[in-house]
């Protein structure tokens, strides 16, 4: 085995998701981490995964995973804490009547 051949062995990771050819990669992301918050894994005002933990999580780029985090904000899905993170935004409340 070549020195650094086991690094690539530990590092393998199974994908998370099969990506369709014909969908941006960061939309289809974004809709599992859309969905994680729907489901509850991620609830309110927790934080979401860093660019970098996407970029490993799914093996895409972290120019890939900044879209993801910018289109979640754009949705008003996550808000972002310069130097603390992203988080999952408090769901609006329902005006009182």
């Given at each position: 085995m070549?020195?650094?051949?086991?690094?690539?062995?530990?590092?393998?990771?199974?994908?998370?998701i099969?990506?369709?050819a014909d969908?941006?990669?960061w939309?289809?992301v974004?809709?599992?981490i859309?969905?994680r918050?729907?489901?509850?894994?991620?609830?309110?005002r927790?934080?979401v995964?860093?660019?970098?933990q996407?970029?490993?999580?799914f093996?895409?780029?972290?120019?890939?995973a900044q879209k993801?985090h910018?289109?979640?904000r754009?949705?008003?899905?996550i808000y972002?804490?310069?130097?603390l993170?992203?988080f999952?935004?408090?769901?609006a409340?329902?005006?009182?009547s």
């Amino acid at each position: 085995m070549r020195p650094l051949a086991w690094y690539a062995l530990a590092c393998h990771v199974d994908p998370v998701i099969e990506f369709e050819a014909d969908v941006p990669r960061w939309k289809q992301v974004a809709e599992v981490i859309r969905d994680r918050i729907a489901d509850g894994t991620y609830p309110p005002r927790t934080r979401v995964p860093s660019v970098i933990q996407l970029a490993t999580e799914f093996g895409i780029a972290q120019a890939t995973a900044q879209k993801v985090h910018r289109g979640l904000r754009e949705e008003g899905l996550i808000y972002t804490e310069p130097g603390l993170g992203s988080f999952v935004k408090q769901p609006a409340r329902p005006p009182s009547s």
